[in-house]
């Protein structure tokens, strides 16, 4: 008899090959073709697999909050620190600015709950609110442009 073992479909629980059925959830054994998929691969189930985190996702998000974080500080500080026309100057570009910044925000809360999540609605959503950022303000659509494409490549790369 053989020790070998693959991991069973319907409780994750470790079984011995020459069990027909799981003996602790009843579930029939896989095909011999997934067995040994399974054991060249290390014993990862498709279930562990699909649960892995982005990668990509995750540096998206990183640039993304340190972004958001930036814009939020370099904004509150230009408005705060003028005075007289100085000030109204600052406060039109801020206002000019904002849309930007609320869609690069709001992103990067979408792109850090996709990861976290591995949900391929939250990254995609993530995705597209960095696209519209750079959209709304392409001077600065640059400090979104690295997101941008990670966020939709992480996205792609999602399980479905």
């Given at each position: 008899m053989s020790t070998y073992t693959y991991t069973c479909k319907g409780c994750g629980q470790p079984v011995q090959i020459q069990y027909a059925n799981c003996p602790h959830c009843q579930t029939?054994?896989?095909?011999?073709?997934?067995i040994a998929r399974q054991l060249t691969t290390g014993g990862s189930s498709e279930r562990e697999k699909s649960n892995r985190k982005s990668v990509l996702l995750l540096i998206?998000?990183?640039?993304?909050?340190?972004y958001a974080i930036y814009s939020i500080v370099y904004w509150a500080g230009a408005a705060?620190?003028?005075?007289?026309?100085?000030?109204?100057?600052a406060g039109i570009a801020t206002a000019l600015v904002m849309p930007h910044?609320?869609?690069?925000?709001?992103?990067?809360?979408f792109n850090v709950l996709g990861?976290?999540?591995?949900?391929?609605?939250?990254a995609l959503t993530g995705a597209i609110l960095y696209a519209v950022a750079a959209a709304l303000f392409p001077m600065y659509a640059f400090f979104?442009?690295?997101q941008v494409i990670l966020s939709f490549i992480g996205f792609a790369k999602l399980k479905k």
């Open positions: 029939p054994r896989p095909p011999v073709e997934e998206s998000a990183i640039l993304g909050v340190a705060a620190s003028t005075s007289g026309w100085e000030a109204v100057g910044l609320i869609c690069a925000v709001l992103a990067a809360i990861w976290a999540m591995s949900s391929r609605g939250l979104v442009l690295v």
